[in-house]
């Protein structure tokens, strides 16, 4: 009898309404929903925005080099099926410690001369940077000396600084008219359409671009993205002459 009065003591002094839901509570959680259910497209839209400017900045940065490799893909070919032509063009890479090539040069050199020997090429067209301490060119030449290549087989260019020095002299100050172009495969296209542009019928042979740091090899082929900038400029536009534009033969 004493919980029962007690019971309707407290309902008498309870506030109306104190046992339903907060009903501001849940219109508040109601408006907020609303209000984030408004926003949802909005923020799909700006995610796809921004998706699609990076992709367009991506193909933007990408273009040259895509475009470069497939104009070039029908003249890279492998040693063996690669067409004959009168000349090697193998492109400087570099010297190691005690005047040995790099080994990226080595392989270049090691290809030309199997080309030369499997009667590919006549001669072998060497061209780089060449100095009183970085006699690149001489390092190149002894090197083919050595693997039996005749003297006279053997062109020398002191002055060829970058792909495009080289290939501009071959065709304007050595004559050369058709060649394989002899480099790594990840600047083989470059090469080869710098060549073909400057009016060499050039054809490409890749030698092997395995680095033992792999870093190394990601910063050479990221610097191709820049060079093949630079390279439809020099061709299509700019069409520099180079310094020296004088023979430059060592024998």
């Given amino acids: 009898m004493a919980t029962m009065l ?21 219109v ?7 209000r984030h259910r408004r926003d949802r497209p909005w923020r799909r839209r700006f995610r796809r925005l921004m998706a699609g400017l990076a992709v367009l900045l991506v193909a933007l940065v990408l273009a040259p080099a895509v475009y470069v490799v497939v104009v070039t893909s ?10 004959p032509r009168s000349d090697a063009i193998v492109l400087g890479a570099g010297l190691r410690p005690g005047n040995r090539p790099s ?5 270049r050199l090691d290809a030309a001369v199997d080309l030369y020997r499997h009667g590919k090429v006549e001669g072998i067209f060497v061209s780089g940077d ?3 301490y970085h006699d690149e060119v001489g390092v190149m030449r002894s090197y083919l000396l050595e693997r039996d290549v005749p003297a006279d087989a053997i062109t020398v260019d002191m002055s060829g600084r970058d792909t495009y020095d080289s290939c501009w002299r071959a065709r304007n100050v ?5 060649a394989i172009v002899v480099t790594q495969e990840y600047h083989l296209p470059r090469a080869v359409y710098t060549c073909r542009r400057l009016g060499i019928d050039a054809l490409g042979v890749g030698a092997s671009g395995v680095a033992a740091n792999p870093v190394m090899k990601l910063g050479y082929m990221a610097r191709e993205i820049p060079a093949d ?3 439809l400029w020099e061709v299509h536009v700019s ?4 310094d020296d534009v004088s023979p430059s033969a060592q024998n």
């Fill in 6 to 26: 007690r019971k309707s003591a407290d309902s008498r002094h309870a506030r109306p309404g104190a046992d339903k839901p907060d009903s501001s509570q849940d």
């Fill in 28 to 34: 508040r959680g109601r408006v907020g929903l609303g």
């Fill in 74 to 83: 029908s003249y890279r070919h492998g040693r063996t099926e690669v067409a």
């Fill in 103 to 107: 080994a990226f040069l080595e392989r």
């Fill in 130 to 132: 060449s100095s009183e």
């Fill in 174 to 178: 050595y004559g050369i008219d058709d």
């Fill in 229 to 231: 900038y630079q390279a």
């Fill in 239 to 242: 069409r520099p002459t180079p």
